[in-house]
Structures are given as C-alpha cells and as structure tokens.
C-alpha cells in the first residue's frame, strides 16, 4: 500500500508537469504509420492519426523471458508481477543473478522469504568489479540466500497443485530444485515489437533501435530514448537521452556524452560505479593505481550501522586520471555522484582529497580512497594501506 502511494504520488505530480507545460496525453497504443504520421488505437477502440514533424520513441523495455517456460505471473513471475504481490512467498528462486535478480533476492530475503539465486555465469553482477562482486556475493550467502552460480536453466515444470521442479545444470552436475514461487529476471528486451520500425526503415540490432548522438534514427525526424535504444537500460540515462533528442527537434546542437554515467544496484548494502572497472582498466592497456577505503574505517558509518562495503578508485598511474570508481557500502547511490562529477570534470585524486570533506559523513570514505591512491589515507594503519 505505501508502495502504491508512493507510485500514485509520483505519476501525479508527472501529470500535473505535462499539463503545465501544455502537453497533451493521448493514451493508446501507438505505431509508426508512416514517416511523420504515428497512429493511435485509444482505450475505446478508436483509431486517431497524429502527424508530427518530429517523433520520438520511448516505448522502453520489458522483462526478457525463457524460451519454453510459461509465465503465470503468480508462481513463475518477473519483476513486473514481483513489484504488485498481495502476499509474500515463503521461498523464492530466482534466475539470474544480474542487477534485478540480486535487488530482489536483497527485499525478498530481508522480508523473510527463503532465496535460491541461480546465475548461469561465472559470477554474478557481472557489470560490477571483481572485488565489488565477490563481496556482495559474500553478504548474499551470509545472509542465508543460495546462491548457484555457474548453474544454467535447462527447465521449469508448469506450476501445478505442488511445489515447481527446476532442472539446472552446470559443467559438471545437474540438480533438480523445488520452489513454491520462480522468479525469471534474466534481462531486458527492446519494446519494439508493435512499433511497425520496418515499415518506415528505421534500422535496429538485436531489436534495440540504432541511433547517433543527437538520439536520431537513420529516418530523419524520428528519434528514440530510453531503453529502447539499448546500451545502459537506466532510468537516469533515459531521462539524459531525452533531453538531447528534445533540444535537437528544438533546433539546438545537442549530443549524448556516456563517458561518466553512474549506475547503482539497489541491494543492501547499496552497489554504485562510475566508469571502468579494475580489469577493463588493464584490459584497455593502462597502468593502474588504486585507492581503497573500507567503511569498518568511516565514523560515520559505525554510527549508522553500516559499516559493510568499501570505496574502491581506479587511476591511470601515467597521467593521474580517474579511470572509475567503485563503492558497496551505505548511501552509495547518493556517494556516486561526487565521483560521477570528479570524473566529468577530469578531476583527479588530489583534487578529491584537497577538498575538505565535512565530518563525520559518508564522503569522507570517497577523499580517503582518493588519498590510498597516493599512500596517504589517514584513516588506515600502514600495514593496510594498499
């Protein structure tokens, strides 16, 4: 319920944004009649054509499925189904073990329901790094989740009257699991199946539309954002997206700029990190630099409880530059956004440390890593200075 208020709250007040700026909603569903011209089926039934100079895409994504196995959307779900049960399942195994199947084994396991997580890859949250993963995957299992990796999906039995069979297998064995609810949180798929690109030659990869950095389609005059358009599949780079489309059908000269775009993964503790990680680092050829800085150190954190975690900065030793920067640890979505800025900015650790940090706060963790970079953290003894 206070979800639901809270969801209300925000479509409203998206609502009372379009209407003051006069913008008007037309609720339907849409596709590309042609260039210039997007038809409209309206929740009646009726048919209304819209032509429009300019168009943009925005239809997102929507949960990825496997092959041959029914969704019912009350014992075998995705997270759409996940975000609106009435009651919570005494036990939950959830395949895949990438940013959505790590966040709700964090909110279903802290709620009490018993978690399996099985990710057919080496590792799971294969976007983060290596050290920040391995720690996660530490807190997981101490928290009481299984957690399978390794293991591939080979079959999910029709829910019936008893529990659901799960056959995984991996290189050297096969199981056979048992759940009362499954979980599928394998991805995203490109929303363009309705959307008739072919008819107009709007160009796609993989279903996901190809665009340039105006966000412009090979079609002149048609646009997409967002999710559709693959690459980073967050909220705040559609919002990003979007601005730049909407100041190039204004007539602005406008692009998009990925260099330091920050991601966070909802867990608890909180994943956040902007740039690359250690190994794309020495993958691309640089020579590395790190700084780290454990939150057991931060004064802050003991005070709040949350002491897991650490602030992991990744350098290129021959120029100084801040290559990405890592953190598992309380608040690390808000903490990002410093390092997002540093990055933006080509500041570089010194620049970081240089500034005063206000004390006790959570910041001080990202100036202390800054000054690991250099063998100056003061708040780490010597012997555990990297």
Known sequence: QRKDRIVSTLVKGVQYLLKSNQVEVIKGTAHLGAVGLVEVKDEEGGLRSVEAEKVILATGSLPALI??????GQRIMTSDEALNLQELPDEILIVGASVVGVEFATIFNQLGSKITLVEML???VMTEDDEIAALLAKHLKRSGVDLLVGYRVDKVSPPGAGPIAISVSSRDEVRELKANTVLIA????PNTAELNLEAVGVETEKGFIRVNEQMETNVPGIYAIGDVVGGMLLAHVASAEGIVAAENVAGMESTMDYRA???CIFTSPEIAHVGLTEKE??????????GKFPFTASGKALAEGEREGLVKMVIDKTYGEILGVHIMGPNASTLIAEAALAMNLEAT???IYETIHAHPTL????????LDVDGLAIHLPRKARS
């Open 281 to 290: 680092a020495r993958e691309r050829g640089y020579e590395v630099k790190v």
């Open 186 to 189: 394998i991805g995203r798929k």
């Open 67 to 72: 092959p041959g196995v029914t969704v019912d």
């Open 349 to 351: 650790p010194k620049e």
């Open 363 to 370: 910041n001080e963790a990202l100036m202390e890593a800054a």
């Open 261 to 263: 775009v920050p991601s």
């Open 122 to 124: 080496p590792r799971i």
